[in-house]
C-alpha cells in the first residue's frame, strides 16, 4: 500500500522560510517521480515543484517549479529516507495553502494533477503579515 505523509508545515512570518518533507511508503522511492502541487481556500489545486527520478545517477535530478516560487522555492530528494523535500525561502501570504505531495512512476517532470497517481493527505502553511 503506497503511502505518503507530509510534515513540517505551519505559520510563519513573511519574509520568513519552513521545509516540508514528505515520506513515502510501499514504493520503490528512487524510481518515482514526486511533486509539490498547493491548493488555497476557494481555488483549484496548483503545481508548485516537480522532482524526476534518473536511472544511475543520484547526483542530479531534473526539476521544475511554478513561475510563482522559481528563486524562493528548492525542491530535493534523499532516495535513502524515501523522501522528498521542500524549502520555502522568502514566503508571502500568498504562499498560504495546503500544501499535498504526490508520487508517479512516470519518468519526466510532471507539472499537472492528472500525471500522479498517488497523494499525500496535504499539510497546512499559514504565512502571516
Known amino acids: 500500500q503506497v503511502q505518503l505523509e507530509e510534515s513540517g508545515g505551519g505559520l510563519v512570518q513573511a519574509g520568513g522560510s519552513l521545509r516540508i518533507s514528505c515520506a513515502a511508503s510501499g514504493v520503490i522511492f528512487s524510481r518515482y517521480t514526486m511533486g509539490w502541487f498547493r491548493q488555497a481556500p476557494g481555488k483549484e489545486r496548483e503545481f508548485v515543484a516537480t522532482?524526476?527520478?534518473?536511472?544511475?545517477?543520484?547526483?542530479?535530478?531534473?526539476?521544475d517549479y511554478a513561475d510563482s516560487v522559481k528563486g524562493r522555492f528548492t525542491i530535493s530528494r534523499d532516495n535513502a529516507k524515501s523522501t522528498v523535500y521542500l524549502q520555502m525561502n522568502s514566503l508571502n501570504p500568498d504562499d498560504t495553502a495546503v500544501y499535498y505531495c504526490?508520487?508517479?512512476?512516470?519518468?519526466?517532470?510532471?507539472?499537472?494533477?492528472?500525471?500522479?497517481?498517488?497523494w499525500g493527505q496535504g499539510i497546512q502553511v499559514t504565512v502571516s503579515s
Open positions: 504526490a508520487a508517479d512512476r512516470t519518468m519526466g517532470l510532471l507539472t499537472t494533477t492528472n500525471s500522479y497517481t498517488y
Open positions: 522532482i524526476s527520478w534518473t536511472i544511475g545517477s543520484t547526483i542530479y535530478y531534473a526539476t
